[in-house]
């Protein structure tokens, strides 16, 4: 309840930048993240983790040497999940992935899960977002997403090898979950 107390007064200071009311549904995290093969995952970033929906499965699923690297723009839900998980890494801006692997001397990330917002950004910050995405995804590493409408899957067509389109209604609002390939098109 306190999450989504928190979810529903940071939707209503800046709906620009938080995409819902309410955090995602655990329905939503399973599916999302059933991709994944975390037995060969090493470095995992999440773009939005908003209160930590997804970020408490995959904390669950990660082998214990796998690096875990949250992107959160907002200070309220940043110092929410260094309370949770006071022992993964948490940066700020998702226009800045390059610089924060490079920084923590990682390579590239296998894996990339986003709960941002897309259809709520303009296309120059959206498309900065997907530049850097793309810039620090290993070849064959995944970008997993979910938007409420289908307005960012001709975008993902264009940039990834593979995307894969999903959706569930055990969400509020149901969700469209796309799960992309890094690689040559």
Known sequence: MIDFLVFLRRFIAEPGRVGSITPSSRFLCERMLSRINWGSTDVIMELGPGTGAFTQSIYQNIRHDTQYVLVERDAQFRSMLHSRFPDVTIREEATMLSLYLEE??????????SGLPFANFPEELRAAILDEVQSVLAPGGLFITFQYSL???????????????????????????YTCRNGQK
């Open 104 to 113: 923590l001397k990682l390579g590239k990330a296998d894996v990339i899960v």
């Open 151 to 177: 307005q960012l899957q001709a975008e993902l067509q264009e940039r990834f090898c593979w995307v894969e389109t999903d959706f569930t209604l055990l969400n509020i609002p149901p969700a469209f979950i």
